[in-house]
């Protein structure tokens, strides 16, 4: 039989000899099996800059944001699912079917170790004269790497149907050697476009870390 003492002394030594177990509560990715890491917090707070479209930029359409178009008009609209206002892209007038296409971007910082998750609403608003097809594309990346990639096809029947909410986690947490990622919005239209354009509207984008 042991005294309380004895035991008490057994029960400290035998926690001195146990390893510390590193719960990984940040979603970083544990480098090093021992009781070491470069994990940093990921706090959930919001990255991207004006993603509910409210702030006009100086001599972009929207601030923070990079325009590229072919075809397309991106201009504010009031119909909005969040705020105020949402970004409406337009196709424009053509004679004949043609495919346009939009580019809209902003670069991020983010911490590396940590998951991203991208969310946004869209609204296809309307289908123009002769339309064929609306493709979107989502994606959080870094040169060749994806971490998030949403892409999704719309068709004639799907247009005025109101804001659909649209939310992915990337697979994959930031690897260490990447500090900052883009966030960029792909539209392509084909349509005819004479007298009725096609529509579409993006709204309250969101990219945290989790």
């Not at 409210?54 to 601030?63: K, L, N, Q, T």
């Amino acid at each position: 039989m042991h005294s309380d003492d004895e035991s008490r002394a057994c029960l400290k030594k035998e926690s001195k000899d146990i390893k510390p177990t590193l719960v990984n509560n940040n979603n970083c990715q544990i480098v090093e099996k021992e009781n070491t890491s470069i994990c940093r917090p990921c706090p959930p707070t919001e990255l991207l800059k004006n993603g509910g479209f409210e702030e006009i930029g100086v001599f972009d359409s929207f601030a923070y944001w990079l325009e590229d178009t072919d075809g397309i008009s991106i201009a504010e609209s009031d119909l909005a699912y969040e705020g105020r206002f949402s970004a409406q892209f337009g196709s424009t007038p053509s004679a004949n079917v043609e495919i346009k296409t939009a580019e809209f971007q902003q670069w991020v910082t983010v911490t590396p170790g940590c998951f991203l998750v991208l969310s946004f609403a869209d609204n296809f608003l309307q289908a123009g004269d002769g339309f064929r097809d609306l493709k979107i594309s989502a994606k959080v990346f870094q040169g060749a790497a994806n971490f998030i990639d949403i892409e999704y096809d719309y068709d004639s029947v799907q247009a005025r149907q109101g804001y659909v909410f649209h939310q992915k986690v990337s697979d994959v947490p930031i690897p260490f050697d990447v500090t900052s990622v883009s966030v960029e919005f792909f539209v392509e239209i084909e349509d005819q476009g004479t007298t009725n354009p096609t529509f579409w509207l993006l709204d309250g984008v969101s990219l945290r870390a989790i």
